[in-house]
């Protein structure tokens, strides 16, 4: 599996995934897409002070940090689980500009994200605990009830499987009722097979490059 580090429009780095010819963010800014559509769009509108998370594709750990940061700052009590199939290789999550363009506050925080083990929920902060569970989500018996999904795979088109009704239906069910799932995806098929396991879907304006984003959430009764 050949993966590389590569530049965004907006300075920060992806991560590009040869065999599959998919990067992990938009080219047109990877920080910048984060932001909207997990951190504005999720995090902060979801707007509790305590809640559940759970990511799927950890990835480089973008979000995990840009959440601790707003945990810390926002004094958000949260609990994060990412699942992860295919973790990074040390010697591209060391490359990773995240800290570099974030400050100094991040530094600490993404070297704990990457060197916590995996399977254990662990503090990182005193806002912010953190189990990264290094696993195919498609076999995962999801155990935990979630105030909010970071739905972060890869596209509909290179990986259908994590897109389909047994997998929502799956998510569905370990979500919390007034949860909500983002995800940058708003195609036609994912929408329709969103709504058939029965979430409410709201279409709001997407990142840069990108018009419209998802926000679906499990009504609260
Ligand atoms: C679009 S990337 C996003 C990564 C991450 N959120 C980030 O900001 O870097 C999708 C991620 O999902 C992971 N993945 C792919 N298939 C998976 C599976 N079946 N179960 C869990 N993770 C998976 C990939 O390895 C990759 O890290």
């Known amino acids: ?7 965004t429009n907006d300075g920060s780095h992806t991560v590009f995934h040869d065999d599959l010819k998919e990067s992990f963010h938009s080219s047109f800014g990877a920080l910048t897409e ?5 951190i504005q769009s999720g995090l902060l509108y979801f707007n509790k002070p305590e809640l559940t998370l759970l990511e799927i594709g950890l990835g480089t750990g973008l979000n995990t940090l840009l959440t601790g940061l707003e945990a810390e700052k ?3 009590k949260i609990n994060y689980y990412a699942v ?11 490359a990773l500009n995240y800290p570099e363009i974030l400050g100094p506050d991040s530094e600490q925080l993404f070297k704990k994200i990457h060197e916590i083990p995996w399977g254990e929920i662990c503090q990182i902060s005193d806002y912010f605990n953190l189990k990264k569970m290094k696993i195919d989500l498609l076999k995962l018996n999801l155990k935990e009830r979630f105030d909010l999904i970071y739905f972060d795979a890869f596209s509909p088109e290179v ?23 983002t995800t940058y995806s708003s195609k036609g098929s994912v929408r329709r097979t969103l709504a058939a396991v029965g979430f409410k879907l709201e279409r709001i304006p ?14 609260a009764n």
């Open 1 to 7: 599996m050949k993966r590389l580090i590569k530049k």
């Open 34 to 38: 984060s932001k909207h559509v997990f």
């Open 74 to 76: 926002k004094f958000i």
């Open 84 to 94: 992860e199939k295919y973790p990074l290789e040390d010697s591209i999550l060391t």
């Open 159 to 181: 990986q259908p499987e994590m897109w389909d009704k047994t997998n929502f239906q799956k998510i569905i069910k370990a979500m919390n009722p007034g949860g909500i799932l």
């Open 206 to 219: 997407g990142p840069p490059g990108k018009r419209e984003m998802l926000r679906a959430w499990l009504p």
